[in-house]
């Protein structure tokens, strides 16, 4: 609905001011689509995925436990070969701790997963797991940083905010980048801020209960003082009198972007809210994330780190597939506030525990994005900011690991059912083509129709990228 | 450096450059041993050694870097290789990303040896920006009459080229709506607006600007303005909430300044190196508070994440903010490499980040330095009275103990007696035996406590052998317990000891080197080691004094406690920064582990000839040396910057606008000649930045109508010639303060600690501990403060300030973007703030007014400084009659009425 239609068929009396005659008059009021900082642009070349949904295993999965088998751990247990004393990580590491989890081969790729992942297994053909990753260091905030932002330290924007400042949002309803989660993980806003960019481009956190009330998930989005007739009635006034401003000083873009964006405000307010009501959702849909169902209370407990809700994990997954439906370029998902696995200790108990939490739904965000034909344009990252030692930390724990360790793509143009690159026998450091996270963010700007080379913002006198001067495309896991 | 200009430099250089020279193969060779070689030996050999040099290559037989040099071609294809990715091969162990640079950059530098490009620095300085501005000659115009005011001449003389007419003067109300936002950020009141209607006197323009520039609230615009560039914030921004203490009085020191109209050069001086000047010699406040400037800026996380890398990360954050903010130059990309586009070579930066190398941002006591010293003094010796007080305690309560360690046998005969009764159930009063006994409570009741824990000192183990089947047995008769005569020897035979050790004691403290023997176990666990039964904390010693000691001991705390009375005021503190200065050497590629040559300490050389700031004669680059030559009257940029940023907030449009380049790749000044001479004026009326803005808004440019014209819409549709005022929307903070001035709910006071940060003030969406860190904010309508004195976090950014384009604190803002989304549209229609300040308006003109329309033109000339016309008046009629009040907890038809104006752009723009 154009600003004209809206005070057409809102506006009454409009005529008998004679107001209709002047916007007869008017050629700026409602024409330009949105073509403001989020008016969606070009990508530099056709792009296979249109949106990136990042689930955000804080704390750090372990590798050898999860999507990078090494059955030599075993034979080798508890003993302290050089390849892995002379690694330095941030605790000192004793011997060789192979993996309690079985790993099974699964789907028609024969992939290799551990029991950790039933549900997601069940995936495989679809999954492209790098064994190979690396990071520049094995502290939480600066790995964080890297893995949002492409920095160590906190002075650049996150991934999320440079693809809406490459590409724009596709809803002008709802913010284009938004961040899930159960509270404030590590390192807190400053994971998701736009720094040098325009403010605009920043994540929006929305983290929200198990009962809560879908027109409060944005703030301001519900007027408390006015019924939705009166509030009509008194924006119409309100674009009336824009309108006789107008009228006065001339028709300046500013003016009539300012009167265009009341308007998608005043749609937003039924719209947003109707993104965030998973009630809409089927009986069978809210049971296959697990928000309902035998599992559903299930509430992963770690020693010494926050718990992870299952429901609302699951009830996150649900919420991400409905935004990127809706055109939501990035949504995050964080696993729980803090830094859920970091498992310095009882890393057994802690990984088979926080897999319960987290496999089913993921698994459902993976079916159902199928099942709707979504997948394919829409890049799904599995992963935290580093690994894990192989070798144990006191009696059964495992270090961080920023030498070599394991994340997963799915959809968007990646190759399913492969593992790409390598760890060395031990799992510790990525010895066959090492992806570092450069190289990540690069290919998933490449995926999103972005050259990592020229997606660039000028900004104290140089070009700044997500790459900084590094980064190469993984072309080997491309489809 | 080629070898004619060698040849030309000066003795000084010369040597210098030889000295470098003879470093350099011991160096490289050095460098090629320790760092190259083994990454080829790592990642090359394999395959290019002697004996396998596959394609032809053998790395192997470059053993020395004599050897490298005579093959440069062969080191460039290496180097090619490695850029490309294709060695080593895929499938072989790679060098991680930093190695390949390291080797990379090596190979490149040994392809090319001759490859680093000088710099032509005559030609550099003929570039506008680094040429001294001057005065330039009045432009002859036309339109003889329309100028006001010197720079009226430029802007004519450009438009007249252009064959473009200024439009037609603003009204007065839309002159002083818009002169009262730009220079206080609060609308005019009704007072001010209908006196200055009134005013037919030709300086009736100039008195309101002066009234303007002398309000208080005119630093707190302006000041914020500096705070964007400054980067200022309330916390330190990384992992965790990590408040600056007092960051506040920064943020007060620029207001104050500003309005006190403190001359720019000295503005800059103090925040560089106010520390290291002597004027003001009076408040220590205004010398030294400015330094937040510096100590306020971001620092980074150490650690395991790289010290040296987080050390040069902050000072490229001083460096930046520095050059951008105040030289309109961008020098922090030489970090890395030499300047794409300007003369700054990458040792230009390290020879200026001197300055700052070595220096602590910590915090600062506001006070002259004998002010600080009388405090530690003061503070030194309240300690040492303490102590003393201590001290006479605790020798008091040894000589007490040691009094009665005569008595032991005493002690525990009576001790174990009260033991013993009470075993048996009967009365055991410890005050009633010490006075019969005349033993000192304190002491027996020690003792008392020792038999019933069961656990005794050395000295008494086989005193207890004995006292405990003794208690067992011990007969009592009538209240009195028998001693038995086993238990009376023992207790004889350790009175023997006791006494022994005793004398033993006195003849040790008798010896000149009394410390050489320590006293014996005996003394020791009953007497002197903490916790034993003849011992006593302070507070008991002092209830067991009598007579003299106790006398001493009272005046001795008497004094303590007149000497804190005099206890000197203490300063204020503050995030700060001090020392700096140090030489450095280039970080090769911004490595701060990867040295290269030294750089001599010192300005930017494209500007040090113009300052003549002759640094290389000494190794020493100070922050006032830094200072000195920013506002050294011959640096060409310093004033032009400023004056430009001032015009820029005048006009919406800077004379160049980029303000925070002034390079090759900023814009071009629209008015050059305009810029140098306001630049030099400003200069010779003492750095004024009060005459500057009444130089500007005194103008007829500034007196221009906002209408459009589409003749010169056409010609000049950006209106670079300022043929018209281009309306602007007002920023955050004037906006929301605007807002409250309107609504009548605006708290004017000054300056103080930025919200409270522990209030908990506003909930944030679900987001525990985060709102309670924040404290009220920007949409807290209970907070009629104005919005500069909002809490500004880094860490915890307030997410409704963002909306409205308030920049990242983490970096200097060279200005504020203007963005247009739908979010802050749902703030104007649904916030509990906008809705208040709407209650607010409908109040104020509910009783002054009490028609209809009486009403309503009180409220335009409230929110928009005007009357409403026929037209507005029908239609805000119509709409007060036809909308309706919804009922309890709804709007008012007033109030949505007041709401649509304050959501209204004629209020949300200025024109």
């Given at each position: 609905?154009?600003?004209?239609?809206a005070?057409?068929?809102?506006?009454?009396?409009?005529?008998?001011?004679?107001l209709?005659?002047?916007?007869?008059?008017?050629?700026?009021?409602?024409?330009?689509?949105?073509?403001?900082?989020?008016?969606?642009?070009p990508?530099?070349f056709?792009a296979?995925?249109?949106?990136?949904?990042?689930?955000?295993?804080?704390?750090?999965?372990?590798?050898?436990?999860?999507?990078?088998?090494?059955?030599?751990?075993?034979?080798?247990?508890?003993?302290?070969?050089?390849?892995?004393?002379?690694?330095?990580?941030?605790?000192?590491?004793?011997?060789l701790?192979?993996?309690?989890?079985?790993f099974?081969?699964?789907?028609?790729?024969?992939?290799?997963?551990?029991?950790?992942?039933?549900?997601?297994?069940?995936?495989?053909?679809?999954?492209?797991?790098?064994?190979?990753?690396?990071t520049?260091?094995?502290?939480?905030?600066?790995?964080?940083?890297?893995?949002?932002?492409?920095s160590?330290?906190?002075?650049?924007?996150?991934?999320?905010?440079?693809?809406?400042?490459?590409?724009?949002?596709?809803?002008?309803?709802?913010?284009?980048?938004?961040?899930?989660?159960?509270?404030?993980p590590?390192?807190?806003?400053?994971?998701?801020?736009?720094?040098?960019?325009?403010?605009?481009?920043?994540?929006?956190?929305?983290?929200?209960?198990?009962?809560?009330?879908?027109?409060?998930?944005?703030?301001?989005?519900h007027?408390?003082h006015?019924?939705?007739?009166?509030?009509?009635r008194?924006?119409?006034?309100?674009?009336?009198?824009?309108?006789?401003?107008?009228?006065?000083w001339?028709?300046?873009?500013?003016?009539?972007?300012?009167?265009?964006?009341?308007?998608?405000?005043?749609?937003?307010?039924?719209?947003?809210?109707?993104?965030?009501?998973?009630?809409?959702?089927?009986?069978?849909?809210r049971?296959?994330?697990?928000?309902?169902?035998?599992d559903?209370?299930?509430?992963?407990?770690?020693?010494?780190?926050?718990?992870?809700?299952?429901?609302?994990f699951?009830?996150?997954?649900?919420?991400?597939?409905?935004?990127?439906?809706r055109?939501?370029?990035?949504?995050?998902?964080?696993?729980?506030?803090?830094?859920?696995?970091?498992?310095?200790?009882?890393?057994?108990?802690?990984?088979?525990?926080?897999?319960?939490?987290?496999?089913?739904?993921?698994?459902?965000?993976?079916?159902?994005?199928?099942?709707?034909?979504?997948?394919?344009?829409?890049?799904?990252?599995?992963?935290?900011?580093?690994?894990?030692?192989?070798?144990?930390?006191?009696?059964?724990?495992?270090?961080?690991?920023?030498?070599?360790?394991?994340?997963?793509?799915?959809?968007?143009?990646?190759?399913?059912?492969?593992?790409y690159?390598?760890t060395?026998?031990?799992?510790?450091?990525?010895?066959?083509?090492?992806?570092?996270?450069?190289?990540?963010?690069?290919?998933?700007?490449?995926?999103?129709?972005?050259?990592?080379?020229?997606?660039?913002?000028?900004?104290?006198?140089?070009?700044?990228?997500?790459?900084?001067?590094?980064?190469?495309?993984?072309?080997?896991?491309?489809? | 450096?080629n070898?004619?200009?060698?040849?030309?430099?000066?003795?000084?250089?010369?040597?210098?450059?030889?000295?470098l020279?003879?470093?350099?193969?011991a160096?490289?060779?050095?460098?090629?041993?320790?760092?190259?070689?083994?990454?080829?030996r790592?990642?090359?050999?394999?395959?290019?050694?002697?004996?396998?040099?596959?394609?032809?290559?053998?790395?192997?037989?470059?053993?020395?870097?004599d050897?490298?040099?005579?093959?440069?071609?062969?080191?460039?294809?290496?180097?090619?290789?490695?850029?490309?990715?294709?060695?080593?091969?895929?499938?072989?162990?790679?060098?991680?990303?930093?190695?390949?640079?390291?080797?990379?950059?090596?190979?490149?530098?040994?392809?090319r040896?001759?490859?680093?490009?000088?710099?032509?620095?005559?030609?550099?300085?003929?570039?506008?920006?680094?040429?001294?501005?001057?005065?330039?000659?009045?432009?002859?115009?036309?339109?003889?009459?329309?100028?006001?005011?010197?720079?009226?001449?430029?802007?004519r003389?450009?438009?007249?080229?252009?064959?473009?007419?200024?439009?037609?003067?603003?009204?007065?109300?839309?002159?002083?709506?818009?002169?009262?936002?730009?220079?206080?950020?609060?609308?005019?009141?009704?007072?001010e607006?209908?006196?200055?209607?009134?005013?037919?006197?030709?300086?009736?323009?100039?008195?309101?600007?002066?009234?303007?520039?002398?309000?208080?609230?005119?630093?707190?615009?302006?000041?914020?303005?500096?705070?964007?560039?400054?980067?200022?914030?309330?916390d330190?921004?990384?992992?965790?909430?990590?408040?600056?203490?007092?960051?506040?009085?920064?943020?007060?020191?620029?207001?104050?300044?500003?309005?006190?109209?403190?001359?720019?050069?000295?503005?800059?001086?103090?925040?560089?190196?106010?520390?290291?000047?002597?004027?003001?010699?009076?408040?220590?406040?205004?010398?030294?508070?400015?330094?937040?400037?510096?100590?306020?800026?971001?620092?980074?996380?150490?650690?395991?994440?790289?010290?040296?890398?987080?050390?040069?990360?902050?000072?490229?954050d001083r460096?930046?903010?520095?050059?951008?903010g105040?030289l309109g130059?961008?020098?922090?990309?030489?970090?890395?490499?030499?300047h794409?586009?300007?003369?700054?070579?990458?040792?230009?930066?390290?020879?200026?980040?001197?300055?700052?190398?070595?220096?602590?941002?910590?915090?600062?006591?506001?006070?002259?330095?004998?002010?600080?010293?009388?405090?530690?003094?003061?503070?030194?010796?309240?300690?040492e009275?303490?102590?003393?007080?201590?001290?006479?305690a605790a020798?008091?309560?040894?000589?007490?103990?040691?009094?009665?360690?005569?008595?032991?046998?005493?002690?525990?005969?009576?001790?174990?007696?009260?033991?013993?009764?009470?075993s048996?159930?009967?009365?055991?009063?410890?005050?009633a035996?010490?006075?019969?006994?005349?033993?000192?409570?304190?002491?027996?009741?020690?003792?008392?406590?020792?038999?019933?824990?069961?656990?005794?000192?050395?000295?008494?183990?086989?005193?207890?052998?004995?006292?405990?089947?003794?208690?067992?047995?011990?007969?009592?008769?009538?209240?009195?317990?028998?001693?038995?005569?086993?238990?009376?020897?023992?207790?004889?035979?350790?009175?023997?000891?006791?006494?022994?050790?005793?004398?033993?004691?006195?003849?040790?403290?008798?010896?000149?080197?009394?410390?050489a023997?320590?006293?014996?176990?005996?003394?020791?666990?009953?007497?002197?080691?903490?916790?034993?039964?003849?011992?006593?904390?302070?507070?008991?010693a002092?209830?067991?004094?009598?007579?003299?000691?106790?006398?001493?001991?009272?005046q001795?705390?008497?004094a303590?406690?007149?000497?804190?009375?005099?206890?000197?005021?203490?300063?204020?503190?503050?995030?700060?920064?001090?020392?700096?200065?140090?030489?450095?050497?280039?970080?090769?590629?911004?490595?701060?582990?990867?040295?290269?040559?030294?750089?001599?300490?010192?300005?930017?050389?494209?500007?040090?000839?113009?300052?003549?700031?002759?640094v290389?004669t000494?190794?020493q680059?100070?922050?006032?040396?830094l200072?000195?030559?920013?506002?050294?009257?011959?640096?060409?940029?310093?004033?032009?910057?400023?004056?430009?940023?001032?015009?820029?907030?005048?006009?919406?449009?800077?004379?160049?606008?980029?303000?925070?380049?002034?390079?090759?790749?900023?814009?071009?000044?629209?008015?050059?000649?305009?810029?140098?001479?306001?630049?030099?004026r400003?200069?010779?009326?003492?750095?004024?930045?009060?005459?500057?803005?009444?130089e500007?808004?005194?103008?007829?440019?500034?007196?221009?109508?906002?209408?459009?014209?589409?003749?010169?819409?056409?010609?000049?549709?950006?209106?670079?010639?300022?043929?018209?005022?281009t309306?602007?929307?007002?920023?955050?903070?004037a906006?929301?303060?605007?807002?409250?001035?309107?609504?009548?709910?605006?708290?004017?006071?000054?300056?103080?600690?930025?919200l409270?940060?522990?209030?908990p003030?506003?909930?944030?969406?679900?987001?525990?501990g985060?709102?309670?860190?924040?404290g009220?904010h920007?949409?807290?309508?209970?907070?009629?403060?104005?919005?500069?004195?909002?809490?500004?976090?880094?860490?915890?950014?307030?997410?409704?300030?963002?909306?409205?384009?308030?920049?990242?604190?983490?970096?200097?803002?060279?200005?504020?973007?203007?963005?247009?989304?739908?979010?802050?549209?749902?703030?104007?229609?649904?916030?509990?703030?906008?809705h208040?300040?709407?209650?607010?308006?409908?109040?104020?003109?509910?009783?002054?007014?009490?028609?209809?329309?009486?009403?309503?033109?009180?409220?335009?000339?409230?929110?928009?400084?005007?009357?409403?016309?026929?037209?507005?008046?029908?239609?805000?009629?119509?709409?007060?009659r036809?909308?309706?009040?919804?009922?309890?907890?709804?709007l008012?038809?007033?109030?949505?009425f007041?709401?649509?104006?304050?959501?209204?752009?004629?209020?949300?723009?200025?024109?």
């Amino acid at each position: 609905m154009s600003l004209r239609e809206a005070l057409a068929r809102c506006g009454h009396g409009v005529g008998m001011l004679g107001l209709a005659g002047l916007l007869g008059t008017e050629s700026h009021a409602g024409t330009a689509a949105s073509g403001g900082p989020l008016a969606l642009k070009p990508p530099h070349f056709p792009a296979k995925a249109k949106r990136v949904i990042h689930l955000w295993m804080n704390g750090a999965p372990s590798q050898v436990d999860t999507f990078d088998p090494k059955p030599l751990l075993a034979k080798y247990a508890g003993q302290r070969p050089e390849a892995t004393t002379t690694l330095t990580t941030e605790n000192n590491t004793g011997g060789l701790m192979p993996s309690p989890f079985a790993f099974k081969k699964h789907g028609q790729s024969g992939l290799e997963i551990s029991e950790l992942f039933p549900n997601v297994a069940r995936f495989a053909d679809d999954l492209c797991v790098i064994r190979s990753m690396q990071t520049d260091v094995p502290v939480h905030e600066s790995s964080n940083w890297m893995m949002f932002t492409g920095s160590i330290q906190p002075n650049r924007p996150s991934y999320g905010s440079w693809l809406l400042y490459g590409l724009g949002n596709e809803n002008d309803n709802l913010p284009g980048f938004i961040v899930l989660g159960e509270g404030l993980p590590v390192n807190g806003p400053s994971n998701w801020s736009s720094r040098f960019l325009p403010g605009i481009y920043q994540g929006s956190q929305v983290t929200l209960p198990r009962v809560y009330q879908p027109q409060e998930v944005i703030p301001h989005l519900h007027n408390e003082h006015l019924s939705s007739a009166n509030q009509r009635r008194a924006l119409d006034f309100t674009q009336q009198l824009n309108q006789l401003h107008k009228d006065r000083w001339g028709s300046e873009n500013a003016f009539n972007t300012r009167m265009q964006s009341l308007e998608l405000a005043f749609r937003m307010q039924t719209s947003a809210a109707e993104a965030f009501d998973v009630s809409q959702e089927s009986e069978s849909i809210r049971e296959l994330y697990g928000l309902t169902g035998p599992d559903s209370n299930f509430v992963a407990t770690i020693p010494g780190q926050s718990t992870v809700d299952r429901a609302l994990f699951g009830r996150n997954c649900l919420l991400a597939r409905r935004l990127v439906e809706r055109g939501v370029r990035v949504v995050q998902i964080y696993c729980g506030k803090g830094q859920p696995w970091d498992t310095h200790s009882q890393n057994t108990d802690g990984h088979r525990s926080l897999a319960r939490a987290v496999d089913q739904p993921i698994a459902a965000l993976l079916q159902d994005l199928k099942q709707r034909g979504l997948l394919d344009e829409t890049l799904v990252l599995w992963g935290g900011e580093f690994g894990r030692t192989p070798t144990t930390q006191g009696a059964d724990g495992r270090d961080h690991n920023h030498y070599g360790f394991s994340v997963w793509l799915a959809g968007g143009g990646v190759k399913g059912g492969m593992a790409y690159g390598a760890t060395d026998q031990w799992g510790f450091r990525a010895t066959e083509n090492p992806v570092h996270v450069h190289d990540l963010h690069a290919t998933m700007l490449h995926l999103m129709g972005l050259d990592h080379k020229r997606l660039t913002f000028r900004h104290g006198g140089r070009d700044y990228r997500l790459t900084d001067v590094q980064g190469e495309v993984v072309k080997g896991i491309l489809a | 450096m080629n070898i004619c200009q060698l040849a030309l430099a000066g003795i000084f250089l010369t040597s210098m450059v030889t000295s470098l020279r003879a470093q350099a193969p011991a160096k490289d060779s050095e460098f090629f041993t320790q760092n190259i070689q083994p990454l080829l030996r790592e990642y090359c050999l394999k395959c290019h050694s002697a004996e396998k040099h596959k394609g032809d290559i053998d790395l192997e037989s470059f053993s020395s870097v004599d050897q490298v040099k005579k093959n440069p071609k062969l080191w460039l294809t290496v180097a090619e290789q490695l850029g490309h990715n294709e060695m080593p091969p895929k499938e072989k162990p790679q060098p991680t990303a930093a190695q390949r640079a390291q080797l990379l950059e090596w190979a490149t530098h040994q392809g090319r040896p001759a490859a680093a490009k000088a710099i032509d620095w005559d030609h550099a300085r003929t570039y506008w920006a680094f040429q001294p501005p001057l005065i330039q000659p009045r432009p002859k115009i036309k339109d003889a009459h329309w100028p006001k005011r010197e720079l009226d001449y430029f802007i004519r003389a450009a438009q007249e080229k252009q064959g473009l007419k200024p439009g037609p003067a603003a009204a007065r109300s839309t002159w002083i709506r818009r002169a009262t936002f730009d220079l206080i950020g609060l609308p005019p009141t009704l007072e001010e607006i209908d006196a200055f209607e009134r005013d037919t006197q030709p300086d009736a323009f100039a008195r309101v600007i002066d009234r303007l520039l002398a309000s208080p609230h005119y630093g707190e615009r302006w000041g914020r303005f500096w705070l964007d560039l400054a980067r200022y914030a309330d916390d330190e921004g990384v992992s965790f909430l990590t408040p600056s203490p007092n960051a506040y009085l920064y943020r007060d020191w620029v207001i104050q300044a500003l309005n006190r109209d403190l001359p720019y050069d000295q503005f800059i001086r103090l925040q560089l190196a106010g520390d290291e000047i002597t004027e003001p010699t009076n408040d220590w406040f205004e010398r030294l508070g400015g330094l937040g400037f510096q100590g306020l800026g971001p620092q980074f996380r150490k650690g395991a994440a790289g010290e040296a890398k987080a050390k040069a990360d902050e000072l490229e954050d001083r460096i930046d903010t520095l050059s951008r903010g105040v030289l309109g130059v961008t020098i922090s990309c030489a970090r890395c490499h030499d300047h794409k586009f300007d003369p700054i070579p990458t040792r230009d930066y390290y020879s200026l980040a001197a300055a700052y190398n070595g220096a602590a941002w910590s915090p600062r006591l506001f006070a002259s330095p004998e002010a600080i010293a009388a405090l530690k003094k003061w503070e030194a010796e309240l300690a040492e009275r303490k102590a003393r007080l201590k001290q006479f305690a605790a020798s008091e309560s040894q000589r007490l103990g040691s009094i009665e360690l005569t008595r032991v046998d005493a002690y525990l005969i009576s001790a174990w007696k009260l033991q013993v009764l009470k075993s048996r159930g009967q009365p055991a009063d410890p005050i009633a035996a010490a006075q019969r006994e005349k033993l000192t409570p304190h002491f027996l009741n020690q003792w008392i406590q020792l038999l019933a824990g069961g656990k005794a000192p050395a000295p008494l183990k086989e005193w207890l052998v004995i006292a405990d089947p003794s208690a067992k047995s011990a007969v009592v008769k009538d209240g009195a317990v028998e001693v038995p005569v086993a238990l009376l020897a023992q207790t004889e035979k350790l009175k023997a000891t006791v006494a022994a050790a005793r004398l033993e004691e006195e003849h040790r403290k008798s010896q000149p080197d009394k410390k050489a023997t320590p006293a014996s176990a005996v003394i020791q666990e009953l007497l002197t080691n903490p916790g034993v039964p003849f011992g006593a904390g302070e507070k008991e010693a002092v209830a067991l004094l009598s007579g003299e000691p106790q006398k001493q001991y009272r005046q001795l705390l008497q004094a303590l406690e007149q000497f804190e009375k005099m206890a000197p005021p203490t300063p204020l503190q503050s995030p700060s920064v001090s020392g700096g200065g140090q030489p450095m050497n280039v970080f090769v590629r911004g490595n701060p582990e990867k040295l290269g040559e030294p750089a001599p300490p010192g300005f930017l050389k494209i500007l040090s000839e113009r300052t003549a700031t002759k640094v290389e004669t000494r190794n020493q680059f100070s922050r006032l040396d830094l200072a000195n030559a920013i506002v050294n009257p011959k640096n060409p940029l310093t004033a032009r910057v400023i004056v430009n940023r001032v015009w820029h907030y005048h006009f919406g449009r800077g004379i160049v606008a980029s303000l925070g380049n002034f390079g090759h790749l900023g814009d071009r000044p629209t008015h050059p000649a305009l810029l140098d001479t306001l630049s030099v004026r400003f200069m010779e009326s003492g750095w004024s930045l009060k005459w500057l803005h009444r130089e500007i808004m005194l103008s007829a440019t500034y007196r221009l109508g906002g209408v459009m014209e589409t003749r010169n819409l056409a010609a000049d549709p950006d209106n670079h010639l300022l043929w018209r005022m281009t309306p602007r929307r007002l920023d955050l903070e004037a906006w929301r303060d605007g807002m409250l001035a309107v609504a009548g709910r605006l708290d004017p006071r000054l300056g103080g600690p930025s919200l409270d940060p522990k209030n908990p003030g506003v909930k944030q969406d679900g987001l525990p501990g985060y709102s309670s860190m924040i404290g009220p904010h920007a949409d807290d309508p209970a907070q009629g403060r104005r919005t500069v004195y909002c809490i500004i976090s880094r860490y915890a950014p307030n997410p409704t300030m963002g909306l409205f384009d308030f920049p990242e604190p983490n970096v200097a803002s060279d200005r504020r973007t203007v963005t247009t989304i739908p979010q802050q549209q749902l703030f104007v229609l649904n916030s509990q703030f906008v809705h208040t300040m709407a209650k607010g308006l409908a109040a104020r003109i509910e009783q002054p007014a009490t028609s209809e329309e009486d009403r309503l033109r009180l409220a335009w000339r409230l929110a928009y400084g005007r009357l409403p016309d026929a037209r507005e008046t029908k239609l805000a009629l119509l709409f007060l009659r036809s909308a309706g009040d919804g009922g309890t907890g709804q709007l008012t038809v007033w109030e949505q009425f007041c709401h649509s104006l304050l959501a209204s752009n004629e209020f949300t723009f200025i024109n």
